[in-house]
């Protein structure tokens, strides 16, 4: 199983410190975010790589470059103007493995991915997202689960009706590049969560676990103190 991880935003609510640094390179208890992230997934056996970078993206590479001292093998696409989440995955369709894990450059989620993989395996899918419950009510819900763990709505603006959140991981097939127009800018959870949902293709696998969002300084000192070595 291929990892991908959308690593190329700007950070904004991070500044003055990614004025500097990319955002997945900015540190946590010692080390760069996105390394932690990368350990992470490799301690289930996924050591396939596409970083998805943008701004600052040449510091990602030059950190990380073909992953070998990590055990990993990476590749990357660049972007050169901002395509949203769904545009980076077009512009890297030639790179993509035919079913892969989706992962958010910025959110660390410790679960067990070899269970998340294999319920993407029984479900026949196009897409399994991970859906937390949460308890802890960290975000608005903004995803409505219904029976058999079917997706029914992504909502972002209005979480009335909504009963998860969106954990920032997904498995899915390529194929879902069919939803997302060449060339444009594209968000994933606007244009092409709302087709699979339609279709019917989208599937929660529903966590206790709770994620951290490491973009704001806030979370970044919330996620410091799990990350804690």
């Not at 029976?147 to 603006?157: F, G, I, Q, R």
């Not at 949902?197 to 806030?218: C, P, T």
Request: one cysteine or more; a neutral charge; proline letters at 4%.
């Amino acid at each position: 199983m291929q990892a991908v991880i959308l690593a190329g935003g700007k950070g904004t609510r991070l500044r003055p410190i990614t004025y500097e640094i990319p955002k997945p390179m900015v540190p946590v208890s010692r080390k760069p975010f996105l390394l932690h992230q990368l350990e992470l997934i490799k301690s289930f056996r996924i050591d396939k790589v596409l970083l998805l970078v943008g701004y600052l993206g040449d510091q990602v590479r030059d950190f990380f470059g073909d992953g070998s001292r990590f055990g990993l093998r990476i590749e990357y696409s660049f972007e050169e103007t901002p395509l949203g989440t769904g545009g980076a995955l077009v512009k890297a369709k030639g790179k993509l493995a035919s079913e892969f894990v989706l992962l958010n450059g910025d959110t660390y989620l410790p679960i067990e991915y070899d269970e998340l993989i294999g319920c993407f395996y029984r479900s026949h899918k196009v897409g399994v997202i991970t859906a937390y419950n949460n308890f802890e009510k960290v975000l608005p819900n903004n995803l409505a689960v219904g029976t058999s763990n079917l997706v029914l709505e992504y909502n972002k603006n209005n979480p009335k009706g909504m009963t998860h959140v969106d954990a920032g991981v997904l498995v899915c097939k390529r194929d879902l590049l069919h939803c997302i127009p060449e060339g444009q800018e594209c968000s994933l959870e606007e244009t092409v969560y709302s087709e699979l949902i339609r279709r019917k293709e989208l599937l929660a696998f529903v966590v206790n676990q709770r994620f951290y969002d490491m973009g704001s300084f806030s979370e970044l000192e919330l996620l410091k103190d799990v990350l804690k070595q």
